[in-house]
């Protein structure tokens, strides 16, 4: 089993619907929680982070996350066609070095 | 500032030859860190450094060295390539103040260089 697991999609949405996109884990002593947006052929930009518990809201994107269901979410309203990239999950103790990351899922926003 | 850039985008080997993939930061960041990614499963830590003389395994160390003589410079070395590192490969700078702070500072990706092994 991995430790970060992540639907690799397609997801394909048309443009201004909700999408949401998920991760689960198996580790317990992750404490901070980040989302990484990747352009084809681009190296990944972190899009936002959250420490423990809670939501974050920064503009039309959410992070959730349940610690007590090891699932974190990253909703995006009024998905745009540049939306359409990959979406990585990545996850961190609270005092270390090594990121785990999910496998991506890839997103696709029609016009 | 340019941020991460990575040398060279592609590059095709054969078994058996060597190669250093080149890495540069111009942020000033005292964390360094090599990647690999493989279709469909994410990132996987291969090195990373502290700062300049000090450089520690990741997940997927085999096959490859590093060495950090500057702050800025992080290459990483594959010697006797193998068809299991075709991959894309990145490279990853950071500013922290210190493992026990418990703050996450972004990692700062460059554009990837796209290895094949045949």
């Known amino acids: 089993q991995k430790e970060v697991e992540q639907d690799p999609g397609p997801l394909s949405v048309p443009e201004g619907a909700i999408v949401s996109l998920n991760c689960t884990y198996s580790?317990?002593?992750?404490?901070?929680f980040m989302w990484y947006r990747q352009y084809s052929r681009k190296g990944p930009e972190l899009l936002m982070y959250t420490y423990s518990s809670g939501n974050k809201e920064d503009g039309r994107f959410t992070a959730q996350v349940d610690k007590s269901s090891k699932y974190i979410s990253l909703f995006i309203r009024d998905s745009q066609p540049s939306d359409s990239a990959t979406y990585l999950c990545a996850m961190r103790v609270r005092a270390g070095n090594m990121l785990t990351f999910g496998g991506g899922t890839r997103l696709m926003v029609k016009p | 500032n340019a941020g991460v850039t990575q040398t060279p985008k592609f590059r095709i080997l054969k078994i058996g030859q060597s190669m250093t993939l080149q890495c540069a930061q111009d942020?000033?960041?005292?964390?360094m860190y090599w990647y690999r990614q493989d279709p469909g499963m994410g990132l996987k830590l291969i090195y990373y450094s502290v700062g300049a003389g000090i450089t520690d395994k990741g997940e997927v160390p085999n096959g490859y060295n590093v060495s950090r003589s500057t702050t800025e410079d992080f290459p990483l070395r594959l010697e006797l390539a193998a068809p299991s590192q075709t991959s894309v490969y990145f490279c990853?700078?950071?500013?922290?103040?210190?493992?026990?702070?418990?703050?996450?500072?972004?990692?700062?990706f460059g554009p990837g260089t796209r290895l094949t092994v045949l």
């Open positions: 580790n317990s002593a992750f404490q901070y």
């Open positions: 990853a700078s950071s500013y922290q103040t210190g493992m026990t702070s418990g703050a996450y500072n972004e990692q700062f």
């Open positions: 942020m000033n960041h005292n964390y």
